[in-house]
């Protein structure tokens, strides 16, 4: 699954010129922390590239990849049938989306963006989390990693500012919420965008 995101990100980037004859485009690097709710260790990043299509002065037509990362560790420690049991229990998340859209510009005044957008697609999930669980006999206490590996739909949604810096280069942040599957998350990112 991560060559066929990798195969289609690059699509967009080597596609972008031919895509880029009417009005203004913009491709854009992201990245920023991502929170994972559901986890121990909640704080992760994320990447991204995304290109933008103007349709007209406010409309853009949207196509995003978006790679979120967690790694990280929990210290557990207590007592059960008086043995003292001490744990770090990980977990590794890699969640990735291909997503397609639409967005617009709320505020368009001289170089500065302040905009909404919203893609749908398709996402995929690795993750592994350690757990406690009883030994077969049922003495002691161990741990088990728990893996869980799907592809499933995919939607995002943005708001964000943008600064253009020069006539090809613009500076901005946003905030994204990322539902891939049935776990929502969120990011806060600042970007680099090349106008042309």
């Known amino acids: 699954m991560k ?7 690059i699509y967009i980037v080597t596609s972008a010129n031919a895509f880029s ?4 485009s913009q491709f854009s690097f992201f ?16 990447v991204g590239v995304e290109f933008k299509h103007y349709l007209n002065k406010r409309i853009y037509a949207l196509a995003n990849f978006h790679a979120g990362v967690n790694d990280g560790s929990e210290k557990v420690s207590y007592t059960r049938n008086l043995v003292d049991y001490n744990f770090n ?8 989306m291909l997503g397609f859209g639409l967005g617009g510009d709320l505020l368009h005044i001289n170089r500065h963006k302040i905009y909404m957008q919203g893609t749908v697609g398709i ?8 757990g ?48 891939i599957g049935y776990n929502f998350k969120s990011s806060a990112n600042i970007k680099l965008g090349i106008i042309f």
């Open 21 to 24: 004859q009417k009005g203004n």
């Open 132 to 179: 406690i669980t009883l030994s077969p006999g049922g003495s002691y206490d161990m741990v088990e990693t728990y893996e869980e590996k799907s592809t499933r739909f995919a939607i995002s949604a943005s708001a964000g500012y943008d600064y253009q810096l020069t006539d090809w280069l613009s500076i901005g942040v946003n905030y994204t919420g990322w539902q």
């Open 3 to 9: 060559k066929l995101f990798l195969i289609i990100a």
């Open 89 to 96: 229990l990980s977990n590794s998340v890699r969640d990735y």
């Open 31 to 46: 990245g920023g922390y991502e929170h994972f709710p559901e986890l121990k260790c909640r704080n992760g990043y994320n």
């Open 123 to 130: 996402g995929s999930s690795e993750v592994y989390e350690d």
